[in-house]
């Protein structure tokens, strides 16, 4: 059924695939990466919310967020970044806002057996703000790993580095992504993980795991590519 919803994700992937069009004509292979990068974001949540039998409505918000993030930060590999201070704060808002949103109803069903306890908020809290904080961290590494192979090998980094008061600003906007998410109560993905509970806690507990294994694995390959200069 064609709703506003999907007119607007419509608009939005349209955006994407422009952004693509443009990076191609430019020879810019970060802009073109990146908005490949974003199509899948869009189309990859959606493809396993509908292989778990999720309903029509998730599916759409997810990808309707999800195509926002992507759409935002497209535009922003086209030059935003540089010329709008704030694009890049709303971008990391958002995309953190997309992650604490599986984080969130993740963390409430697999800590639901201590639902009784005083420090059930403040567990969830924590799970929440500090995976996604954490997965920033790894996104920032990723950024020096991308500036210094460019600068390594010449060529243009697909992420850029913009220097350690943007890294420090980008992961306050992480935070607030979360925290939105948190204040808001948004339980999007809450009527799946309650379906397979042992797998949310499983995805929980691989996710901490996930990000602390990239944060040491980028934060060693910063350091060796830096020797290496």
């Known amino acids: 059924m064609f709703t506003l919803e999907t007119l607007v994700v419509a608009l939005l992937v349209a955006g994407i695939v422009a952004a693509l069009v443009e990076g191609i004509r430019r020879g810019s292979g970060a802009v073109v990466v990146n908005a490949v990068a974003a199509l899948g974001v869009t189309a990859v949540p959606s493809a396993i ?3 778990l039998e999720a309903g029509p409505a998730l599916v759409w918000d997810i990808t309707l967020w999800a195509a926002a993030a992507g759409f935002l930060h497209s535009l922003g590999m086209l030059g935003l970044y540089e010329s709008v201070d704030w694009w890049d704060h709303l971008t990391h808002t958002l995309s953190a806002g997309v992650l604490a949103a599986a984080f969130y109803p993740m963390s409430l ?5 201590w639902s009784d306890t005083a420090e059930w908020t403040l567990a969830i809290t924590g799970a929440t703000v500090g995976l996604t904080l954490a997965a920033g961290i790894a996104w920032e590494l990723l950024e020096l790993v991308a500036r210094e192979l460019g600068k390594r090998y010449d ?4 992420l850029v580095h913009y220097g350690r008061r943007d890294t420090a600003l980008d992961l306050v906007f992480d935070v607030v992504g979360a925290v939105l998410v948190l204040a808001l109560d948004v339980r999007l993905f809450l009527p799946v993980f309650e379906r397979y509970p042992e797998t949310a806690g499983a995805l929980l507990t691989g996710s901490a795991v996930g990000c602390a ?6 934060a060693v390959a910063v350091l060796v590519l830096r020797r290496l200069d």
Not at 155 to 158: K, N, S, T, Y
């Open 155 to 158: 060529i243009e980094p697909i």
């Open 213 to 218: 294994i990239g944060i040491v694995a980028l």
């Open 49 to 51: 919310l509908l292989s």
């Open 109 to 113: 069903v697999a800590t639901q057996p």
